[in-house]
């Protein structure tokens, strides 16, 4: 909830000026997506006018800032800029599929991997950072356009 998001960043130290808020507040209202800073900017934009308009790096700063307390997270991508999108102090993780043709993101919960990381951790001996799995391949779509190139190339 974006009042434990509050408090954690007031116990944190954290100064919220009207523009960090914002921006916290598309980044909760847009919960479940994966947004890159030029959608949050033009998001803001689109809200708030001219009003506590923030600029690219302001953006940057303040999701560094989030990062940090573990309100966001950063997913890096393969061939586009990173996305980052709000997560829940207490929440568990979730995994991402990550599209190489057409960028798309989704989500995968915990209980589905749970098993393999068990398994790995077993076989290597790896202690795991709680970081979430990052899966990358092509969508359904984009896998049907790869086949179909493919047929056509042979
Ligand atoms: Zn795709
Ligand atoms: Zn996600």
Known sequence: MLAEAYH???E?????TPQRK???EILYDFKGHHLEIEDIHRLLTARRGNANRAGIATIYRAIELFQKVGLVSRLPMENS???YEFISPRASGHHHLICLGCGKVEEIDDW??????KRILQDKGFSMAGRPIKIYGYCSTCSKKVLQDRKISV
Do not use: E, F, H, S
Not at 112 to 117: E, M
């Open 12 to 16: 944190q130290k954290v100064r919220m």
């Open 8 to 10: 954690l960043l007031k």
């Open 112 to 117: 589905l991997v749970d098993g393999l990381r």
């Open 22 to 24: 914002a921006i916290l």
């Open 81 to 83: 800029p990173a996305r």
